[in-house]
């Protein structure tokens, strides 16, 4: 699940359980980008499940709460909750949740915090993103105390699973178009290689939809941006609506344990 998650991490409780307070008055028009183009809409929300080898391993939600103030800044959450679900929870009950706090002008994390069961052993981790940099905290299951690392990622931008997902779903390119995104996951930093495949029409519990294909490659990076190792942690593969919406739909990734397949199941949006 954590290989989907750099992509669309999913799951959480209704958007009112996370609606930051009220927005001051509104900025100049033009003065900032409106939540459609930072990929999210206000209040959406949508559910997966998740395969691995055609079983049903796990389920998946993932909600947006309402544009309010964090910081002194224009603000939005996304929480999601992905969990093992049928015979895989039986091997293993993994229960992972994050939440994220985005500034709704730049598309840029600014919080977040995460949360991962393993039958009885908890992880979490906390990052707070000021510009180029992230301060980063967790605790594996037994740590006597927390561990922290500071990164500055000089002129990339980093983003969390969230906000990544965020700028997939607003990225319109041509065929053939290539992009770097890098991503904080837990205690890991991935640099996201992408393409854009093209157009498909692909089925779903929703009806055929046309849609935008992503290729991507996931690596594990370095402090100071280097790929640890030359060949690709994870490859992927994502499938957009390709319209107003930009949800979504599917996506697929190749690990050792099999094929794993997270299709949406629900969608809504006000």
């Not at 509104?26 to 499940?49: I, K, N, R, T, W």
């Not at 699973?161 to 991503?183: C, D, E, I, N, P």
Request: glycine content about 8%.
């Amino acid at each position: 699940m954590r290989a989907l998650a750099i992509v669309v991490l999913a799951g959480c409780a209704g958007a009112e359980a996370m609606t930051l307070p009220p927005q001051p008055a509104a900025p100049a028009a033009g003065s900032a980008v409106e939540a459609h183009d930072l990929g999210l809409f206000p209040g959406e929300s949508m559910a997966f499940d998740v395969h691995l080898a055609g079983m049903l391993a796990g389920e998946a939600q993932l909600a947006v709460g309402e544009i309010g103030e964090y910081d002194h800044r224009r603000a939005i959450v996304v929480k999601s909750r992905a969990a093992t679900a049928g015979a895989a929870r039986l091997v293993k009950n993994i229960v992972d949740e994050a939440t994220t706090t985005i500034d709704a002008d730049t598309g840029r994390p600014l919080l977040l915090d995460t949360t991962v069961v393993m039958n009885d052993k908890t992880s979490t981790a906390k990052a707070t993103f000021t510009g180029s940099m992230a301060d980063v905290t967790y605790t594996r299951p037994d740590d006597p105390k927390p561990h922290a690392y500071h990164v500055d990622f000089g002129k990339v931008t980093v983003y969390d699973s969230h906000s990544a997902m965020a700028q997939l779903r607003g990225w319109r390119a041509a065929a053939g178009t290539t992009k770097q995104v890098y991503v904080v996951g837990g205690r890991r930093l991935w640099r996201v290689d992408l393409t854009f495949v093209g157009n498909e029409t692909v089925g779903s519990d929703l009806g055929n939809r046309k849609t935008v294909h992503l290729h991507g490659a996931a690596f594990h990076a370095k402090a100071n941006l280097q790929i640890e190792a030359g060949n690709a942690t994870r490859t992927f593969d994502v499938w957009i609506s390709d319209d107003a919406d930009r949800v979504p739909i599917k996506m697929t990734a190749h690990t050792e344990l099999g094929d794993v397949a997270m299709d949406l199941t629900e969608y809504n949006r006000p």
